[in-house]
C-alpha cells in the first residue's frame, strides 16, 4: 500500500519547476561566483597589519568604490543568493516530496 500524500493540484504542478528554477539559480550563481573570485587580484599582505601594527591607509578605507570592492560585495550578494536558493528548495522538499517521481 503506497502512502498517499494529499496536495493541492496547484503545488504539484508548480513545486517541480520550481525546484529546477532554484537549482538553475543556484548553478549560475556559482558560475559567477567562480568567475568573480577568478578575477579579484591575488592580495598580499593579509594580517600584516596585525603583525606591525600599522594604520590603515586611504585605499584600505575606502576598498567599496573600486573594482576589488565592488567583486567582493557581488560575491557577498551572490553568496546570499545561493543560501536563500538552496533553503527554498530544501522547504519546497519538505511541502512536496514527489517532485516529479511517479506516485
Same mark, same amino acid.
Given at each position: ?6 496536495? +493541492? ?14 537549482? +538553475? ?54 553568496? +546570499? ?23
Amino acid at each position: 500500500m503506497k502512502n498517499l500524500l494529499l496536495v +493541492s493540484q496547484f503545488v504539484a504542478d508548480v513545486f517541480p519547476i520550481l525546484n529546477i528554477v532554484l537549482v +538553475s539559480i543556484m548553478a549560475l550563481s556559482c558560475i559567477v561566483i567562480i568567475i568573480a573570485i577568478l578575477a579579484c587580484p591575488p592580495q598580499s599582505g593579509i594580517g600584516s597589519n596585525a603583525i606591525t601594527g600599522a594604520n590603515e591607509s586611504y585605499y584600505t578605507k575606502n576598498k567599496g568604490s573600486n573594482n576589488e570592492g565592488r567583486i567582493k560585495i557581488l560575491i557577498v550578494i551572490l553568496a +546570499s543568493i545561493i543560501a536563500l536558493c538552496a533553503l527554498l528548495y530544501f522547504i519546497s522538499y519538505i511541502i512536496y516530496p514527489n517532485n516529479g517521481g511517479a506516485v
